[in-house]
């Protein structure tokens, strides 16, 4: 398994954007597949986006897509989520994942190995 730390979190204004880094530490990072989840009050945790660890292919959730970009820095052990164009329906905790030899085509929580300690993306006006 992977360690995960995430960093970026914080609080903006409504259009504005914000750029989460997920920095992983282990061994073998180039296998997993890396996800980017996120929990509102209330409510259950969602995948947002995803990057494949095999070809590098990239995966949005609906209600992000045009505004995200997710991307992966292999010799770094990081992936980053950059979000645009941000609203307050955006307002959650962000949590990045780690698959072990995933290819993104489960959005289910529970076939991810690693997890971050998540960090609060707060969009307000």
């Known amino acids: 398994q992977l360690q995960l730390v995430e960093s970026g979190g914080g609080s903006v204004q409504p259009g504005g954007s914000l750029r989460l880094s997920c920095a992983a530490s282990g061994s073998g990072f180039q296998y997993y597949s890396e996800g980017w989840f996120r929990q509102a009050p209330g409510k259950a945790r969602e995948r947002v986006s995803c990057i494949s660890g095999t070809d590098g292919s990239t995966y949005y959730a609906d209600f992000v897509k045009g505004r995200f970009t997710i991307s992966r820095d292999n010799a770094k052990n990081t992936v980053h989520l950059q979000m645009s164009s941000l609203k307050p329906e955006d307002t959650a905790v962000y949590f990045c994942?780690?698959?072990?030899?995933?290819?993104?085509?489960?959005?289910?929580?529970?076939?991810?190995?690693?997890w971050g300690q998540g960090t609060q993306v707060t969009v307000t006006s």
């Open positions: 994942a780690a698959e072990y030899g995933g290819t993104c085509w489960s959005t289910d929580e529970s076939d991810y190995d690693s």
